[in-house]
C-alpha cells in the first residue's frame, strides 16, 4: 500500500510539473470559437464604417485567457476581415478572405503556443479546407486538403466532412489518419495551392447530414505526421501518384 501510494504522488507531482513548464502532451482536439456580444473596448478598435461585426472568443495564444476574432464584410470590395485582438486589447492580426461560408476550429499541431486555424471557407458550389499556421502576426496556409467523415452510427461507407458535420479530427500519437495515396474527386470550384500537386485526405470523425455523398472504405490510409503528410504533397506529381494508387490495387 505504502509503495502504491508512493508512486501516485510521484506521478502526481510529475504532472504538475510538467504543468508548470508547459510540456503537457497536447491531445489534438478542435476547439472551436464561442459567438459572444462584442463589448464597447472591442468595438472601438474596429472601423466605424462596419455596423455589423461578428465576434468571437478563442484562447489562440494558449495564454489561458479569451481573445477575440471579429469578423465584418466589405461590400465595396466583397471580401471579409477579420480583427485578431489579444485578451488585453491589442489588434494582433488583420486577415482578409473571400466566401460566404466560414466555420473555423483550432487545435494545437506543433510545438509552439499558438494554435492552427483549421477553416473551411467558400460558397456552396465549393468549400475549401485547410490549416493554417499563425505566424510573425499573419496567417500562412500549412496545407489544403479533402475531409473525409467517420460516422460511426453508418459503418460501412466513408462520407464528405461538411465543416457542420464534423465534431473532431482522427488522431494517434499526435499523427493524423490521412490518405496521401488517393486521388478524391472533388465537384465544384476549390483551390488547390500551387506548391500542392494534389489534396490529400484528411479523417474526422462526425454525423452526417448528406449520408447519400459516401465513400467506399476501401481509401488506404495510415497515420501521418502533419510534416509529412505536407512534404509528401508537396514533392509527389499528380501522375506519380496515380502510379502508387495503380501499384497498390
Not at 469578423?71 to 476581415?81: E, G
Not at 481509401?219 to 505526421?225: A, P, Q, R, T, V
Request: aromatic share 14%; with cysteine; charged share 30%.
Amino acid at each position: 500500500m505504502k509503495i502504491m501510494i508512493c508512486l501516485f504522488l510521484s506521478l502526481f507531482m510529475f504532472s504538475c510539473k510538467d504543468k508548470e513548464n508547459g510540456k503537457v502532451k497536447n491531445e489534438l482536439k478542435l476547439i472551436k470559437p464561442q459567438e459572444v456580444v462584442i463589448n464597447k473596448d472591442l468595438r472601438g478598435l474596429i472601423p466605424d464604417v462596419y455596423e455589423n461585426v461578428v465576434t468571437e472568443t478563442i484562447d489562440f495564444d494558449s495564454d489561458s485567457k479569451k481573445d477575440f476574432i471579429c469578423t465584418v464584410y466589405d461590400s465595396k470590395r466583397d471580401i471579409n476581415i477579420e480583427y485578431w485582438i489579444t485578451s488585453n486589447y491589442k489588434l494582433f492580426l488583420v486577415n482578409e478572405f473571400y466566401g460566404s461560408i466560414n466555420y473555423k476550429f483550432f487545435i494545437n499541431l506543433d510545438e509552439d503556443d499558438m494554435l492552427e486555424l483549421f477553416r473551411c471557407s467558400g460558397e456552396e458550389d465549393g468549400i475549401d479546407y485547410a490549416f493554417y499556421d499563425i505566424k510573425n502576426k499573419k496567417l500562412e496556409s500549412l496545407l489544403y486538403f479533402t475531409p473525409i467523415l467517420i460516422d460511426k452510427d453508418r459503418p460501412n461507407n466513408y462520407f464528405f466532412g461538411y465543416p457542420w458535420d464534423i465534431s473532431e479530427i482522427v488522431v494517434s500519437d499526435h499523427k493524423l489518419l490521412s490518405s496521401v495515396t488517393n486521388s478524391m474527386e472533388r465537384d465544384g470550384e476549390i483551390l488547390i495551392p500551387e506548391n500542392q500537386k494534389f489534396l490529400p485526405v484528411i479523417f474526422f470523425n462526425g454525423k452526417t447530414t448528406q449520408p447519400e455523398i459516401k465513400y467506399d472504405k476501401k481509401i488506404k490510409k495510415e497515420y501521418f505526421s502533419l510534416e509529412r503528410i505536407i512534404n509528401t504533397v508537396n514533392k509527389v506529381g499528380e501522375k506519380q501518384n496515380l502510379k502508387t494508387i495503380e501499384a497498390l490495387e
